[in-house]
């Protein structure tokens, strides 16, 4: 006989695990509603069945005449934001078109700039948020950007995220007003790693999260291309302070077998545009830098780079400034502006300035600005008096000028 209680609750649904502000299919078609009495298509447009992309968090819903109940179209929804992504869906007049079964209207083709203009940005360290920070930046500000985000909850000095969504949800903020600054074409390369979660207790299992891949995604969707997966390779005995495969080294048993990681990614991203690489050399408002910047032999001939990792008393987690040296060198020309969003005590800074280039780092650690602009007088000298502090005190080199 069938039970008499009623049915439990089925789990969480993956908008709410994800922790979605648009979390069912009625709640987009009531998003996707303004968007068509916005556009004057109310009368005419109805809905197909809304569907969740949880790979690269929006909603889909799809967009039907409700004349012949033939499909016209999409609106695309960003599942964190509630926000119409205009880019990725049907653009009003297409659906116009094909409502009457016209033939969409060609896209207009805008006049380019032939060259891109040189930033005006000056060397700055500034103590905050960077999701806000970046905000207040210039659009096309930045010709590089480089930087390690904080481990997710990997260390107990970067317990900071409730959850691993939200920890990505921080990321996608993060990278998303990057784009806004960073020049056309140009690069974003980020040093990222998986990380262990170590068991609480020995009733419970590690847990390895593979935070590059879900890394990619956030940059693929928030207008980025992939260009290159750099290895960054350690020294064997730097791995094995994760205690990974101490186990198995013991007593060899199958199903044990975990190897010791040495390795790390360097993702290289550009931001997309319809213009090839060839046009940020050629266009270049000042030809002589370009020639100047000119790779020297010794440069890195394959993707898998052997660098030994850096210690720093005043840092937990820092890379090595040759890391963010051939990086600097190989995605950058004199004079860019360089970017760290996640600066910590400065070493892309320090990389930037030793090779003649301005850096912008951000840290919201008031303890690691203080490093950093301590350092910078030995980065630059009298010329660190220079540097734009926000929200911290300018940089007093009278000590330097004795």
Request: aromatic content about 10%; proline content about 7%.
């Amino acid at each position: 006989m069938a039970s008499s209680s009623p049915a439990r609750k089925s789990q969480n649904t993956v908008a709410q695990k994800r922790q979605y502000n648009v979390l069912s299919a009625h709640h987009a078609r009531e998003v996707a509603g303004v968007w068509l009495e916005k556009n004057n298509l109310a009368k005419v447009i109805g809905f197909g069945l809304p569907e969740i992309d949880d790979r690269y968090h929006v909603w889909r819903v799809p967009l039907v005449s409700l004349l012949d109940q033939t499909r016209v179209g999409e609106i695309v929804i960003d599942a964190y934001t509630s926000l119409v992504i205009e880019k990725q869906s049907t653009a009003p007049e297409v659906v116009v078109a094909r409502l009457l079964h016209q033939q969409p209207p060609a896209p207009q083709k805008t006049r380019r700039r032939k060259t891109y203009k040189l930033s005006t940005l000056r060397n700055t360290i500034a103590l905050g948020d960077s999701e806000e920070i970046l905000s207040e930046l210039p659009a096309e500000s930045v010709d590089l950007i480089f930087t390690s985000p904080p481990y997710f909850n990997a260390r107990p000095e970067y317990d900071d995220y409730i959850s691993y969504e939200e920890y990505l949800l921080k990321m996608r903020r993060i990278i998303k007003e990057c784009h806004r600054t960073l020049n056309e074409g140009r690069f974003f390369v980020i040093n990222v790693s998986p990380i262990l979660i170590r068991r609480a207790s020995r009733n419970q299992s590690s847990k390895r999260i593979a935070v590059p891949f879900d890394i990619h995604q956030i940059f693929v969707s928030e207008g980025y291309d992939f260009i290159d997966d750099i290895i960054w390779v350690k020294p064997e005995g730097a791995g094995w302070a994760t205690g990974r495969g101490r186990r198995f080294a013991a007593d060899r048993t199958p199903l044990q077998y975990k190897p010791v990681p040495v390795t790390e990614y360097l993702l290289v991203y550009r931001k997309h545009t319809d213009r090839l690489i060839d046009w940020n050399i050629r266009s270049h408002p000042k030809p002589a830098l370009v020639a100047q910047s000119k790779v020297p032999d010794g440069y890195e001939r394959t993707n898998v780079w052997y660098i030994k990792p850096a210690h720093d008393k005043e840092h937990p987690a820092v890379f090595p400034e040759e890391l963010a040296s051939k990086v600097i060198t190989y995605y950058s020309f004199i004079d860019d502006v360089v970017l760290d969003p996640f600066a910590g005590i400065g070493t892309v800074g320090q990389a930037a300035a030793r090779l003649n280039r301005r850096f912008v780092l951000i840290e919201k650690e008031p303890r690691y600005v203080e490093v950093i602009r301590r350092r910078a007088k030995n980065w630059l000298g009298k010329e660190a008096q220079d540097i734009l502090c926000i929200n911290c005190p300018p940089i007093d080199v009278s000590d330097l000028m004795l």
